[in-house]
């Protein structure tokens, strides 16, 4: 099974707001409410920010938000912070006890 | 608090086999799905295995079916995944992950396996 398909890349100033998307299909993102996204920063442990589409963890900041239009999910990262500039993944059910990553978005905060 | 600790990554060469272990001192993962996830040299994260609470119910990613094997010691508040056939693409920092209620919500910090000859 593929990877889901984010860009490999975005970026934002400090302050601004930018969106991470995350596209799958009817039987992994669009099927299901089941979408978490992670933060990865270089030598460290993944960290869960975002879970079932839109609900952040106790201690992530509430500039992490999330969303999902049918087959595409986002996550979107409001007043941009330097501690901010990391990779994101995304992570859906598809199904069967079947999980998909996405192939990763490396944000760069200018 | 769910602190989890890889151990076991090394050199291996082709063909070889390793052992790798997640652990939680200070916590029970008896009542955890355990996924084992891992990253390599300037890839991204790619799901590995999973294996349920009493460890009956066990999944494998594509490019490791056959080759690994997941498994638990409750007893030891222990997880384990014992890579073998290993090629040179295995290497990767293998992080471990509660994985209840669809989301990975704590992880280790990873352990390296470098595949040479």
């Known amino acids: 099974q593929s990877a889901l398909t984010q860009p490999p890349s975005a970026s934002g100033s400090l302050g601004q707001s930018v969106t991470i998307s995350c596209t799958g299909t009817s039987s992994d993102v669009g099927g299901y409410k089941y979408v978490s996204w992670y933060q990865k920063h270089p030598g460290k442990a993944p960290k869960l920010m975002i879970y079932e589409v839109n609900n952040r963890p106790s201690g992530v900041p509430d500039r992490f938000s999330g969303s999902k239009s049918g087959n595409t999910a986002s996550l979107t990262v409001s007043g941009l912070q330097a501690e901010d500039e990391a990779d994101y993944y995304c992570?859906?059910?598809?199904?069967?006890?079947?999980?998909?990553f996405g192939g990763g978005t490396k944000l760069t905060v200018l | 608090e769910v602190q989890l600790v890889e151990s076991g990554g090394g050199l291996v060469q082709p063909g070889g086999s390793l052992r790798l272990s997640c652990a939680d001192s200070?916590?029970?993962?008896?009542?955890?799905?355990i996924t084992w996830v891992r990253q390599g040299p300037g890839k991204g994260l790619q799901l590995v295995a999973t294996i349920n609470p009493d460890g009956r119910l066990r999944y494998y990613g594509d490019s490791v079916e056959g080759r690994f094997t997941i498994s638990r010691d409750n007893a030891k508040n222990s997880v384990y995944l014992q890579v073998s056939s290993v090629r040179v693409d295995d290497s990767a920092i293998y992080h471990c992950a509660t994985h209840n209620d669809w989301r990975l919500a704590n992880w280790g910090q990873g352990t390296l396996v470098t595949v040479s000859s």
């Open positions: 992570f859906s059910y598809a199904g069967t006890k079947h999980y998909i």
């Open positions: 200070g916590f029970t993962l008896s009542s955890f799905w």
